[in-house]
């Protein structure tokens, strides 16, 4: 009997891993570790969502087996939120599904659409199941740029020109994680176009929809006339509403990419539980008001985290959108590689980061920072790594951090 597992063999050491267990076993030593490691978000849900799953609870009729594709009033209330926020019309019934996250639903995707030898064109660095996910389900991966410039279009060009077999996918995620930048409207158009062209599907990671700052909302793929010939796009009620436990995603747009994740699903599981579908209606289409409160919070813990790093010594790119700041690693410590960083600035600073390299080869330099700690903790994070810093000599400017 082997024990040479085809898809395991296909799956590298998980390098975010090691932090991770690090960062446990400082904490189940009782050391106080600031956690910007893992984007998971400290806020709760809107409190009429968590009444409204109680609620439902309650009812004995409420657990059973659930819907797979999910509650039609859950794929309606995901309509209505396309239709007021991106003026976008899709059917509940042929163009949405109900995912467990938009990790699950990208995965379950990516298991309906791919054989064994296709290619798939992701993004690098970029969230691991946009590779994995592929990887998994026997796709061969061939890696294009984040940074929507022209070296972006190039890469497109030379992997159709010079891949066999020919793509047939890819993978597009803006506001991007890890390395939070963003794209407008004319990019997506110029990628539809393209798509129809080169016959290739594209994947949309919309997951921090609304997690953008400075005024400028960030785009749906599907604002883009003809988007949903070619487009399905995920997102996510995890940030938004601070749902991440919850497991409460969407996929929607082209209703063959949509009809094959449904199949798929129905035989892989029976639907996140019904209470919490409810309390996901009650979400989409109650007050608003926690999107933007959340949005403004996230800002204000940018704004902080990146002038109090800075006075520590460390300069970091303030992000247009999303949780995470990706953060160049100090010059003088460049050398270690993000991963013996992280490592470093866990155990003696007690900060826990996600190294670059996880994220993919070409993230290797940097660290992703997660804002998911108050304003306070971000500060003391800052006079942590500040000594850090100075230990290793590194010259930081000489006022105080968080004063």
Known sequence: MSDEFYRIKRLPP???AEVNA???AARAAGEDIIDLGMGNPDLPPPPHVIEKLCEVAMKPDAHGYSQ???IPGLRRAQA???ARRFNVELDPETEV???MGSKEGLSSLATAITAPGDVVLAPNPSYPIHTFGFIIAGATIRSVPTTP????WRSLDRAMAFTVPRPSVLVVGYPS???AEVVDLAFYERLVAWAKENKVWILSDLAYSELYYDGCPTPSILQVPGAKDVAIEFTSMSKTYSMAGWRMGFAVGNRQLIAALTRVKSYLDYGAFTPIQAAACAALNGPQDIVQKNRELYHKRRDVMIDAFGRAGWDIPAPRASMFAWAPLPPALKHMGSLEFSKQLLQHAKVAVAPGVGYGEDGEGYVRIAMVENEQRLRQAARNVKRYL?????NTPGQAVGS
Request: charged share 15%; hydrophobic share 30%.
């Open 149 to 152: 410039d022209e070296n972006y």
């Open 80 to 82: 209505n939120y396309y």
């Open 390 to 394: 100075s230990s290793m000599g590194v």
């Open 97 to 99: 599904v109900v995912t």
């Open 68 to 70: 797979s594709k999910g």
């Open 22 to 24: 690090m960062r446990a």
């Open 177 to 179: 994680n890890p390395t």
């Open 14 to 16: 998980y390098v975010i």
